[in-house]
């Protein structure tokens, strides 16, 4: 049996969603992987009368198409759609079966104006959850626009073809043939990336009560009270789920035992959605302006929006090392998520940079995958948690260097070796790596607001007990503020405390 009974179970209750009959045309051999999609399938099958299995000659072995009787969707997955992919499975399966897929009148108007014609290839990891958004966004596209088509390839089963297309990070996108894209993107990123033209504009001149600039928790629970006090709110932000869509298990959100980000994400959005709030998404603020009355916040070639009071919320991103290799090698053997790429080090040598508790937990991973894991801190010392590096000693396969400083990663095409400098010795070492994860904390995102508001010297945006920046119509919140601790729960808190402190700043104006 491929699929777990709870599996089955599951399944056959969204198969009864089915509204069409549905062919999986499958392209299989007599190797091993080929058997284990074949049962697969015959499971799949079974569950439903509308389901149907016939073989087809498709370009890789196993793969298999996901078709209604008279119209090809365009819809492909080679290798098993299990793990995170088994959700992109299961919504192909419904959206051909004549299920609407989820997404606004606008966006299908987009995907059904592309003109151009072209077959996309998504490598993906099964661990990776970043990959199904990117799987799942790309085959809408394929269903609704018959010029367009799309085949998820699991990348651990065809390590020759990624290989050969040099893939060293999931997930990554081909557009025939040829590398388009890497890394998360949703429906509409996409879609500019296709269309850059029909990118939405806004020149909002009638104020907003308040923005929130930030979709992770703390800007999505600022948003949420904002509204609950009766107040005119918009949320902006370049991609709503901030690092928490990159957490994979979550144990220390208060009520829930365990939960992951992707998943509490969600549940905030449709929090969110819950509430008249204008959801701005996709969309990166590039200035703030104080005028006399309200605040203007620029989106770049995107316009502008107006509001009496702003609550900046932008978090943080992983700070760079800034060596030579690290820009050329982004997505060429260089990673920030383990979770995502750890898959395609099997087997391989590779080092961790940072000693802190993400680098201790990525060197955990990669030490039951890769052949070799180098822990490289620059301090004298592994900063992580005493449980984390407890664990970290049992490894046979993981080696740490401490006070080493780490000037250069090196390849061709891709990463091959890294060097490093003995902070003692003053010695070179160049080790062999095929990939690098770096993981050395994070940088607050403030650059845009470094003109108007007072930052520590960390880049921290310095607010008082209320949330209150040096501007009295702005607030900040979680992350990017200068908050002693940065986690889940104390973001959402300080989103409320900006929110409560917003709502009685425009109070007291009248
Ligand atoms: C790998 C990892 C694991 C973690 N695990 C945990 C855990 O288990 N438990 C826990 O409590 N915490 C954990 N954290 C910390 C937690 O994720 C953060 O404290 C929290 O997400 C901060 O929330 P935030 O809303 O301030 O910022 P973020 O989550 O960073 O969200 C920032 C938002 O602002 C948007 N944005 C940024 N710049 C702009 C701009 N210029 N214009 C428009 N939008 C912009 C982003 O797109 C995003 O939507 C983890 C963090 C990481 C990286």
């Not at 509001?307 to 990673?335: C, D, M, Q, Y």
């Amino acid at each position: 049996m491929v699929l777990t009974a709870e599996l089955q179970q599951q399944l056959s209750q969204y198969l009864t969603l089915l509204e069409k009959e549905v062919v999986l045309k499958a392209c299989l051999g007599e190797d091993p992987a080929s058997q284990e999609v074949k049962s697969f399938l015959e499971e799949v099958v079974a569950l439903s009368g509308k389901l149907s299995l016939t073989s087809a000659d498709l370009k890789l072995k196993p793969s298999f198409t996901i078709d209604r009787k008279d119209y090809d969707s365009g819809i492909c997955f080679a290798g098993l759609p299990l793990g995170h992919e088994f959700e992109s499975f299961v919504l192909a399966l419904l959206q051909v079966g004549g299920r609407a897929p989820k997404i606004s009148p606008e966006q299908k108007a987009r995907i059904e104006g592309l003109k151009q014609t072209c077959h996309f290839e998504t490598f993906v990891s099964l661990s990776c959850h970043n990959c199904p958004d990117v799987v799942q966004a790309l085959n809408i596209i394929s269903l609704l626009n018959p010029n367009i088509s799309h085949s998820m390839i699991e990348g651990g089963s065809f390590k020759d073809l990624a290989d050969k297309y040099q893939v060293m990070a999931v997930p990554t996108i081909f557009l025939d043939g040829k590398e388009w894209a890497s890394g998360r993107q949703n429906l509409d990123q996409i879609l500019d990336l296709l269309s850059p033209q029909e990118k939405p504009t806004y020149q909002v001149d009638e104020p907003y009560d308040c923005l929130v600039i930030g979709g992770g928790p703390a800007g999505a629970s600022a948003a949420i009270y904002t509204a609950r006090k009766g107040l005119k709110v918009a949320l902006v932000a370049k991609s709503f789920g901030g690092q928490v869509n990159e957490t994979l298990g979550i144990e220390n959100m208060i009520g829930q035992i365990y939960t992951e980000g992707p998943k509490l994400m969600q549940q905030i959005r449709a929090h969110v959605e819950h509430y008249p709030i204008d959801l701005i998404e996709n969309v990166t603020v590039s200035s703030l302006e104080v005028e006399d009355e309200k605040v203007k916040v620029s989106l770049g070639e995107q316009g502008y929006l107006t509001s009496k009071t702003l609550i900046v919320a932008t978090g943080a991103h992983w700070r760079l090392i800034n060596v030579p290799g690290e820009k050329e090698f982004k997505a060429k053997g260089i990673s920030y998520c383990p979770h995502c790429d750890g898959p395609l080090f099997k087997d391989k040598p590779v080092v961790v940079i940072g000693g802190g508790n993400s680098g201790i937990e990525a060197a955990l991973d990669m030490a039951n995958l890769a052949s070799s894991v180098t822990v490289l801190e620059y301090a004298d010392h592994l900063k992580a948690d005493a449980v984390l590096l407890e664990r970290l000693r049992e490894k046979s396969n993981v080696t740490i260097v401490t006070k080493a400083n780490t000037t250069a990663i090196e390849g061709q095409g891709k990463v091959q070796s890294l060097t490093y400098v003995d902070r003692d010795s003053q010695e070179s070492h160049t080790i062999k790596a095929d990939g690098v994860f770096i993981l050395v904390g994070l940088v607050p995102n403030t650059d845009f607001v470094k003109n108007c508001l007072t930052l520590n010297d960390k880049g921290e945006i310095i607010v008082d007990e209320r949330g209150q920046s040096n501007q009295e119509r702005i607030f900040a919140a979680g992350d990017c503020t200068n908050s002693t601790y940065k986690q889940i729960v104390i973001s959402m808190g300080s989103g409320a405390t900006a929110a409560l402190s917003a709502h009685d700043y425009l109070m007291r104006q009248g």
